[in-house]
């Protein structure tokens, strides 16, 4: 029998980046590179794993934005012509590197990789990543959960209850639409929790939700076995907070096992190593050096002197951390099983993206991690929150804590000298959505059109990446453009109802560009 | 172009984190000269502008008239926005946007909304029916000594937490080369 479960939970989330008016835009990468990198490797994992029949639970939360942008036509394109223009580039690859093995080798590995990326998105899964992942939910393997819709951060939008509303039941209408199903979990953005939350969570029918460690820790009264117990909170909502010891394991750039010099190096990309004429047709646009997914060297060591990467001694790598981090998990859980007289849940989320694209090798190492659990001990065995629930119904109740899972473990990273200038605005926009509901909100025909878009662009300006971009200085630039001319369109729609004018070419024009939540209804925006 | 002021009369209060909060105003002229037409005019000279910072924890209606007390900060009216060390986790507060003559008196011109900041630490309310001993609590937790003198105890606790807490923003490999590269998706930060 076993003496507790491990719960991993994996966030996918991407901002909402869809560029229609540009042929090609640098941004839109960030989805291409995730596709390719990590959701479809995790998706021939979860293959692998049912093919050879290992049972297996995990969790996922698919954010709205995300959803949307992978069920989007334009970009399905250009994914294929983005993929195919790497696979090109592997090609040449293998050629330039004829008299370098170490490196052809390389070279051909990602021209396989990339080869079998794009016929297993056109033609096993149809373009249609939701429907495979949905496949894995339906067997009962994967666990979807939602997210606030465009993952707004929401203890800093919490002047007006509408306001918060809308990214609940937003991002839980979005679900439906894409799993036919109502979500049983949500992935609150950055675990960002202020006390009350859990009302809002209740009636959207939220049946559990996830917090960084303090968050459960300092809640009132004193949860009683730490984190590793779901507790409910007064409107019986149950809560799940992270474990940070196995979490270290893995995030942290001192101790984690990404950071073995064994790895892929994510810095040495030959869109910056290699000759600038050679390389041009497949870097920016605009001419600008950026990573092409091609890296040819492992960390090897604190030296500007890097050696080639060796997939198998990483691949051996990765098995040893797997098996590191189960042996660590079963002492672990052998302790709190004998200490808190009762099985304990492990709760250990992650970035679905630091699997494949930060950390190469973080598929496998989950891929190992997995079978081991299933095959090699007996001490742990994988579940989901909602399946711990189910097996413990009687729990304490708590208030928990103000928190997030961010750095210092509060709002600092989304307010802070970098980005507080946007909260005058995002605050107004909020109420002079309510405000236009509330008197424009009975009508029919273009008026509601107009409302329709104005909550589109709303939501869009509420993205916490905006200002997360804005704090690390990463797409700073980018960051400010889009809070703003999603502020823009805003204003500019809401101008429209005030003087009762509408340029359909105009409203046509922005629907068009800001395509989310094609099912949106502004009645979210109702006091 | 967003406005770069609504002139709306505002000023609205956010909880950083346990010890900072954050306000942001916007008052109109109108609003100004009409605060300080109400005040005597032997008070009009050297008038300076400040935030009257309330604790109003547990007060009825939150009525800063009865807070239970208060601290003032000067400010530059222009900067528009100001970052506050209230450094008490888990009180209510409020703030007043307002004009302070040099005799002390102090005329309001806006009152905020009011926040809470996060509470920080182990809660001392224990549940009977959930009822653990405080050894075995914190062995749970990953404390195994937590020292002899309530105090020790308290800053071990404490310090054990701030290191948990304070994730820096990391970045993996050896180290982030000099050339212009940017990550795509997410910088990892946990």
């Known amino acids: 029998m076993e003496k507790g479960y491990l719960s991993l939970i994996l966030h996918a989330h991407l901002p909402f980046v869809r560029h229609p008016e540009h042929e090609e835009f640098l941004e839109e990468r960030w989805l291409f590179e995730a596709i390719t990198e990590t959701y479809i490797p995790l998706l021939e994992m979860m293959e692998g794993l049912a093919n050879d029949g290992v049972d297996f639970s995990l969790t996922i939360n698919l954010s709205p934005t995300l959803c949307n942008m992978l069920s989007d036509e334009l970009l399905k394109e250009r994914y294929v012509k983005y993929i195919d223009k790497t696979i090109e580039l592997c090609g040449k690859e293998i050629e330039r590197t004829r008299s370098e093995p170490a490196f052809q080798k390389l070279a051909i590995m990602y021209y396989n990789k990339f080869t079998v990326t794009k016929e297993v998105f056109l033609n096993t899964y149809q373009r249609n990543l939701i429907a495979a992942f949905k496949k894995f939910q339906d067997a009962g393997f994967l666990e979807i959960i939602t997210c606030a819709a465009t993952h707004g951060f929401l203890p800093l939008l919490n002047t007006s209850a509408e306001a918060i509303r809308a990214q609940l039941r937003v991002g839980v209408n979005s679900y439906r639409k894409f799993f036919s199903s109502d979500p049983r979990g949500i992935w609150l953005p950055e675990c960002g929790y202020f006390e009350g939350l859990d009302k809002f969570l209740k009636e959207e029918g939220i049946k559990y939700f996830i917090l960084e460690t303090h968050g459960v820790l300092f809640a009132h009264p004193r949860p009683k076995y730490g984190v590793y117990s779901s507790y409910y909170t007064k409107n019986k909502v149950a809560v799940f907070g992270r474990d940070s010891e196995s979490s270290k394991s893995v995030w942290s750039s001192v101790e984690g096992y990404p950071g073995d010099y064994d790895y892929r190096e994510y810095y040495r990309d030959i869109g910056f190593d290699l000759d600038y004429d050679y390389i041009k047709p497949y870097i920016s646009p605009c001419g600008k050096r950026i990573s092409t997914g091609i890296k040819y060297y492992r960390i090897t060591g604190e030296t500007p002197h890097k050696k080639p990467y060796m997939f198998e001694s990483a691949c051996e790598k990765a098995a040893e951390h797997a098996a590191n981090f189960m042996f660590n998990r079963e002492k672990q859980i052998e302790h709190l099983h004998s200490t808190l007289g009762r099985n304990p849940i492990v709760v250990t989320p992650y970035d679905a993206e630091l699997f494949g694209h930060w950390w190469f090798e973080g598929v496998q190492w989950l891929n190992f991690l997995i079978r081991k659990v299933a095959c090699d001990q007996n001490t742990i065995k994988l579940t989901t929150p909602s399946r711990y629930s189910k097996a413990y119904s009687k729990n304490q109740v708590i208030n928990p804590a103000a928190s997030s899972w961010g750095w210092k473990g509060y709002s600092e990273v989304w307010l802070n000298n970098s980005n507080h200038w946007i909260y005058p605005h995002l605050h107004r926009a909020q109420e002079m959505m309510v405000a236009a509901v509330k008197n424009h909100g009975h009508s029919a025909n273009v008026k509601t059109r107009v409302l329709n878009q104005m909550a589109r662009e709303l939501l869009l300006a509420q993205s916490s990446d905006w200002a997360f971009m804005m704090k690390t200085g990463h797409f700073s630039e980018y960051a400010k453009k889009r809070t703003t001319s999603h502020l823009e369109r805003f204003y500019l729609l809401k101008d429209c109802l005030d003087r009762e004018s509408f340029d359909r070419g105009v409203i046509e024009g922005i629907e068009k560009k800001d395509n989310i939540f094609p099912e949106i209804n502004y009645s979210v925006y109702q006091s | ?190």
């Not at chain 2, 807070?67 to 970052?83: E, Q, S, V």
Request: include cysteine.
């Open chain 2, 1 to 190: 172009m967003l406005p770069s002021s609504y002139e709306d009369n505002r000023i609205v209060l956010l909880p950083r984190d346990p010890w900072w909060l954050h306000t942001y105003w916007d008052i109109a002229q109108s609003r100004i000269e009409e605060v300080i037409s109400l005040i005597p005019s032997s008070d009009r000279d050297n008038l300076k502008w400040v935030l009257r910072v309330y604790d109003v924890s547990g007060v009825d209606r939150h009525k800063v008239s009865n807070a239970n007390n208060f601290f003032d900060i000067d400010i530059n009216l222009a900067a528009g926005n100001w970052y506050i060390n209230a450094n008490c986790p888990g009180k209510e507060w409020c703030v007043e946007i307002g004009l302070k003559s040099l005799s002390g008196k102090f005329f309001a011109v806006l009152r905020s909304n009011v926040v809470k900041t996060p509470g920080f630490g182990i809660s001392s309310i224990l549940d009977e029916e959930w009822l653990a001993m405080e050894e075995e609590y914190f062995k749970i937790l990953g404390v195994y000594d937590l020292g002899r003198s309530s105090l020790e105890r308290r800053k071990r606790i404490e310090k054990f937490f701030i290191e948990q807490i304070s994730s820096p923003l990391a970045l993996w490999g050896s180290t982030q080369s000099e050339q212009d590269e940017i990550p795509a998706v997410k910088t990892p930060n946990k």
